[in-house]
């Protein structure tokens, strides 16, 4: 190629490049030029903007609402956990008996509620909420509770501060000075002024129970993080119910209080002396009696005497009843130390009281009935101390080894049943110096001492080692209240919603001794159930009762002279059960049983022996009606006289150990 052509070639490729460059250089301005695509949005309607505004304003005020409120709840807890240890102290005081320094803890739980008060109800927007509303209105329901709580506080405190140191408590009350029977007519005295408060407690106590009932549980769930919540809320319903009953049924007691201690006027006692060592279906043989009176709390004793005795002045012939006649054959007539075959202490009461009554020399305007036996003897004796009675030695509560009893129970058994070979005057006379004696040094009691008393007095109460029958109305209701009647035909009506027939089974056993001896204070038996879930309306039980007879025989030989405690024992047996109970089968009695209905229940009916150092075992299979298929229900009646019974209940398999020392409610699941 020669040198021109080269040019040329050169020329137009250099042309070439710088035309690519150009439209290379065009083509970048053309992309650059080209317009940017617009994002693709939806246009939002007013409606929808209003809602989306709305929901944002409602999850903005729900947070705020939420923290508000787990604020105000924070500072609720905070003082709930300041007031928690003063009611821890407040309940230490009570369970201590420190009854001077409760007003100041009332006073600073009462503070710590109104500051709870004032913080829950900054939460009262809630109260206008239509769901929300009737939990907050339940929780100032809880408030008003707490109000009357504290006002049955402050007037049940201020009421018991002057007497203190008269009931036992810790401190000294405003009747200081002079002794105890000057502080006892005081009180005594005093009673009517406190009937008011006595009046505004059992408002305030049927308020609570008015406001708690208001509570609808069944809004409540079962359980909130596991926590029981509406179970908790049907209790505490339950509680107030049975506080506000037991109150109540404590008031016309408060109210008879003063009758029955002679403030008003002076009242006449018949006080019958029960020997339980020889047992009888009211708690014991009617052994002594005594007429004691009472004037604004202080006893006199008018008379005392044997019971054979008084039978001696007893002229009229009764046959004898045929439920006893066919076991106690030694008898012909109906003698008035028989007279309290009724297990139910009103109904023999008002049998003995009918023909006592037409002994000549005895008094007629009797104000009431009140039996003892040995056990309030023997624990009286155990807080008091030794007693001296003129004409018949010393008597305390220590243990003799010749019965393992106490000596008081030995000494009243020589000096009232041991023979002699001389005749001995008015041998069960003893009663009414005893008790004056006892009732001389209680007055000079240690007032540190009365608790032990007081809880004397309650256990033989509850026991029936103690039991009272009033003619005034009024006050034999009030002894039936609190149980010291000994009643079993009528019992109290409870809170449980229990009803034989339908989820109550009832059992009662009931031990006459006829044979002479004093052998149930060698005696003692324990019981076991069986009991089978109901089928058709009916359960079937098995009762196991093994008496044990725990010394060997004494001589019982008249010609002998010596002391017979212990010997055969004759026992007539009832068991008392549910009206319409049927008997199956009855295995341990030497007759064949006998079945029928007396004032509302089903008895069984038999008889067997105890002989010294033997046992004895009763077992009776029978049904029950029953309609309620879950829950179990039995009452248990203690018979007056004896001493704690041993009671195994086996419920379709389950086993519990229970013990019979007052009457027993007993509840489990088939």
């Not at 439920?323 to 009461?349: A, C, Q, W």
Request: hydrophobic content about 40%; overall charge negative.
């Amino acid at each position: 190629m020669d040198i021109e052509q080269e040019q040329i070639l050169n020329k137009f490729s250099h042309t070439a490049d710088k035309y690519a460059q150009e439209d290379s250089s065009l083509l970048e301005q053309e992309i650059q030029a080209e317009p940017k695509k617009k994002k693709l949005r939806l246009p939002l309607k007013p409606w929808q903007k209003r809602l989306f505004i709305s929901l944002l304003v409602i999850l903005a005020l729900f947070v705020s609402v939420a923290s508000y409120t787990a604020f105000i709840i924070r500072d609720i807890k905070k003082e709930i956990d300041l007031a928690t240890p003063i009611a821890f102290e407040a309940k230490t005081l009570l369970a201590s008996q420190n009854i001077m320094a409760l007003p100041e803890k009332i006073f600073q739980l009462k503070s710590s509620k109104e500051k709870i008060q004032g913080k829950y109800q900054k939460l009262a927007f809630y109260g206008k909420l239509p769901f929300l509303g009737n939990y907050y209105k339940d929780g100032q329901k809880l408030f008003e509770v707490a109000d009357h709580g504290f006002n049955i506080a402050e007037k049940g405190t201020t009421a018991l501060i002057p007497y203190v140191d008269l009931l036992g408590f810790q401190g000294e009350g405003t009747f200081t000075g002079g002794t105890t029977q000057d502080r006892i007519v005081l009180i005594l005295e005093t009673l009517k002024e406190i009937q008011p408060t006595i009046d505004e407690i059992d408002s305030e106590t049927k308020t609570i129970v008015s406001i708690v009932n208001s509570i609808n549980v069944n809004r409540y769930p079962e359980k909130i993080a596991g926590k029981e919540i509406r179970s908790q809320l049907i209790s505490a319903q339950k509680t107030a119910s049975l506080f506000s009953q037991t109150f109540s049924d404590y008031k016309p007691v408060i109210a008879s209080l003063g009758k029955m201690a002679g403030a008003e006027e002076a009242q006449k006692y018949l006080v019958l002396f029960q020997n339980d060592n020889e047992l009888r279906p009211t708690g014991g043989f009617l052994t002594a009696y005594a007429i004691i009176n009472i004037d604004k709390g202080v006893v006199t004793s008018e008379k005392s005497d044997d019971i054979y005795e008084l039978d001696q002045k007893f002229t009229k012939k009764i046959a004898i009843p045929e439920v006893l006649g066919k076991y106690l054959t030694t008898e012909k007539y109906y003698h008035l130390r028989d007279m309290n075959i009724s297990p139910d202490f009103k109904t023999s009461m008002e049998e003995f009281y009918s023909n006592y009554i037409t002994v000549r020399g005895e008094p007629d305007d009797i104000d009431g009935i009140i039996a003892v036996d040995t056990y309030v003897l023997s624990e009286l004796l155990r807080v008091i101390g030794p007693i001296e009675v003129a004409g018949y030695g010393t008597f305390s509560a220590e243990n003799n080894i010749k019965c393992d009893c106490p000596q008081v129970v030995y000494a009243l058994s020589e000096i009232i049943t041991k023979p002699t070979p001389y005749l001995r005057e008015d041998r069960k006379g003893v009663l009414g110096p005893l008790m004056k004696s006892i009732l001389a040094k209680t007055y000079d009691l240690d007032k540190a001492r009365f608790p032990e008393l007081f809880n004397v007095a309650m256990t033989s109460i509850e026991g029936r080692h103690v039991q009272m029958y009033f003619m005034d109305e009024n006050t034999q209701k009030a002894a039936e209240q609190i149980n010291a009647a000994g009643r079993m035909y009528e019992l109290k009506n409870n809170l449980k919603g229990w009803q034989m027939g339908e989820n109550m089974d009832f059992l009662a056993i009931v031990d006459a001794n006829l044979g002479g001896a004093k052998s149930n204070l060698f005696t003692n038996y324990e019981v076991k159930q069986t009991v089978a879930a109901p089928i058709d309306g009916r359960l079937e039980k098995t009762v196991e009762i093994t008496y044990k007879n725990t010394r060997k025989a004494d001589n019982c030989n008249l010609e002998a002279g010596l002391l017979c405690l212990n010997s055969t024992l004759n026992d007539w047996l009832r068991i008392y059960l549910p009206q319409g109970s049927e008997l199956i089968e009855i295995q341990g009695i030497s007759n064949e049983a006998s079945v029928y209905e007396e004032a509302g229940l089903t008895v069984i009916d038999g008889y067997f022996n105890l002989e010294p150092m033997g046992l004895a075992k009763i077992k009776l299979s029978y049904s029950v009606p029953y309609t309620d298929t879950v829950n179990y229900n039995l009452k248990m009646w203690k018979q007056g006289g004896i001493d704690a019974v041993p009671v195994l209940m086996d419920v379709t398999g389950g086993e519990e150990q229970l013990t019979l020392d007052k009457d027993l409610d007993y509840s489990t699941i088939f």
